[in-house]
């Protein structure tokens, strides 16, 4: 999960400042498309339960186009500028063009973003999603080699699916994507350094993210996260690297760069270094309920107000999801003594 937050008020209205019971505003807005995959990364879609009998939500569940764009509307009202598109895996919507050129009309949206695993990025998909209005990609890649690679995503599919979507993205004008790698010890902490080397120099930002403990199926535990500190100090023994400043205030990937000169890489520290005190940032699922929170236990269904026609009331159920938040999990994580379900990141979206 790429956690950055944008937290600089740009808008000024008193509807645009509504703000959490931690003062914190709303800004961004990542939406599921769906909760469906062709992976089934360990950390994440485990085959133990996401098998061939696990029942995924039929399409009529999955909110139409029409009521997403009607939920970022209304989340544009309240300060969001930023949406981004993941899952489950988006690129599964073949008409995902449709929504992303519907969002892009909103008025106050000023960024739209697609998290995906890129192995269904083909030239003519990156052209046509570029020319919807999409302005950014993150691609996931946990290793740069096959062994690796395959054991982590556990469908077989190798490292030069993704390194050729992300090449089409580069072909079809996409120019910032980043490459997003999950670091968990003894599965793929080897490759820290052979990422770096191979994004080292390419204008490609890698970014690496300490394991989570997002949902309740991947058996998360404390020492399978490799810190934000042990990452930077292998890196920095054969690559060496300074800190850089951050390019906004709130930017939760911390920026490191190559001290030759070969670039930069972010390291997101959600786990060692919360940084709860500037996420404004809520989540759409599938199926219509807003998590505040990607720790959550349950969501709000706004679908009984998407199907009539009300638009203030469902501005105003928006507007008291978030002026009740009071969600910090990652600052309490190693306090909290009571164990919970939480929502799969595959459900609500990365
Ligand atoms: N399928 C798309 C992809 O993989 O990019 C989008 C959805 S995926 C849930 C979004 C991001 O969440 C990916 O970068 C993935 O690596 C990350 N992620 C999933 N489970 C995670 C975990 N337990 N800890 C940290 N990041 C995780
Ligand atoms: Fe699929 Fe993304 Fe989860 Fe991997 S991380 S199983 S690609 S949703
Ligand atoms: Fe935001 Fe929850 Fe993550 Fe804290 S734990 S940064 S509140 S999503």
Same mark, same amino acid.
């Given at each position: 999960?790429?956690?950055?937050?944008?937290?600089?008020?740009?808008?000024?209205?008193?509807?645009?400042?509504?703000?959490?019971?931690?003062?914190?505003?709303?800004?961004?807005?990542?939406?599921?498309?769906?909760?469906?995959?062709?992976?089934?990364?360990?950390?994440?879609?485990?085959?133990?339960?996401?098998?061939?009998?696990?029942?995924?939500?039929?399409?009529?569940?999955?909110? @139409?186009?029409?009521?997403?764009?009607?939920?970022?509307?209304?989340?544009?009202?309240?300060?969001?500028?930023?949406?981004?598109?993941?899952?489950?895996?988006?690129?599964?919507?073949?008409?995902?063009?449709?929504?992303?050129?519907?969002?892009?009309?909103?008025?106050?949206?000023?960024?739209?973003?697609?998290?995906?695993?890129?192995?269904?990025?083909?030239?003519?998909?990156?052209?046509?999603?570029?020319?919807?209005?999409?302005?950014?990609?993150?691609?996931?890649?946990?290793?740069?080699?096959?062994?690796?690679?395959?054991?982590?995503?556990?469908?077989?599919?190798?490292?030069?699916?993704?390194?050729?979507?992300?090449?089409?993205?580069?072909?079809?004008?996409?120019?910032?994507?980043?490459?997003?790698?999950?670091?968990?010890?003894?599965?793929?902490?080897? @490759?820290?350094?052979?990422?770096?080397?191979?994004?080292?120099?390419?204008?490609?930002?890698?970014?690496?993210?300490?394991?989570?403990?997002?949902?309740?199926?991947?058996?998360?535990?404390?020492?399978?996260?490799?810190?934000?500190?042990?990452?930077?100090?292998?890196?920095?023994?054969?690559?060496?690297?300074?800190?850089?400043?951050?390019?906004?205030?709130?930017?939760?990937?911390?920026?490191?760069?190559?001290?030759?000169?070969?670039?930069?890489?972010?390291?997101?520290?959600?786990?060692?270094?919360?940084?709860?005190?500037?996420?404004?940032?809520?989540?759409?699922?599938?199926?219509?309920?807003?998590?505040?929170?990607?720790?959550?236990?349950?969501?709000?269904?706004?679908?009984?107000?998407?199907?009539?026609?009300?638009?203030?009331?469902?501005?105003?159920?928006?507007?008291?999801?978030?002026?009740?938040?009071?969600?910090?999990?990652?600052?309490?994580?190693?306090?909290?003594?009571?164990?919970?379900?939480?929502?799969?990141?595959?459900?609500?979206?990365?």
């Amino acid at each position: 999960m790429s956690h950055d937050v944008d937290t600089d008020p740009k808008n000024t209205s008193d509807e645009h400042n509504v703000v959490d019971k931690l003062h914190r505003p709303l800004r961004d807005l990542r939406v599921s498309v769906t909760d469906r995959c062709n992976f089934r990364c360990v950390y994440c879609m485990p085959k133990s339960v996401f098998s061939k009998e696990y029942k995924f939500l039929p399409r009529s569940e999955l909110l @139409s186009f029409e009521e997403i764009t009607r939920v970022v509307k209304t989340a544009a009202q309240f300060g969001v500028t930023k949406i981004r598109l993941t899952g489950g895996e988006p690129l599964i919507r073949n008409d995902l063009e449709q929504l992303v050129e519907w969002i892009a009309n909103v008025d106050g949206i000023k960024d739209i973003s697609l998290t995906t695993n890129a192995s269904l990025l083909t030239k003519k998909r990156a052209v046509s999603l570029r020319s919807a209005g999409l302005q950014r990609l993150n691609v996931s890649l946990d290793a740069i080699d096959d062994e690796t690679f395959k054991r982590v995503n556990d469908v077989d599919i190798g490292v030069q699916d993704v390194l050729d979507g992300i090449e089409h993205a580069t072909l079809a004008g996409f120019k910032s994507t980043k490459v997003n790698m999950v670091v968990k010890k003894g599965l793929n902490d080897h @490759s820290i350094l052979p990422m770096a080397k191979f994004f080292h120099g390419t204008g490609q930002i890698l970014r690496f993210i300490e394991f989570m403990d997002v949902g309740s199926t991947n058996a998360w535990d404390l020492s399978h996260v490799v810190t934000s500190q042990e990452i930077a100090d292998r890196i920095n023994a054969e690559l060496p690297i300074q800190p850089a400043e951050a390019n906004y205030r709130g930017e939760v990937a911390k920026r490191w760069q190559y001290v030759d000169g070969g670039g930069e890489i972010g390291i997101i520290t959600s786990v060692s270094e919360p940084f709860c005190g500037d996420c404004s940032r809520a989540r759409l699922s599938a199926t219509g309920s807003v998590y505040t929170c990607l720790f959550a236990t349950s969501g709000h269904d706004l679908r009984p107000l998407l199907r009539s026609q009300d638009d203030a009331a469902l501005a105003r159920e928006f507007k008291r999801i978030w002026s009740s938040r009071e969600d910090r999990y990652s600052e309490t994580r190693t306090q909290v003594s009571v164990i919970r379900p939480k929502v799969e990141m595959s459900f609500i979206g990365g």
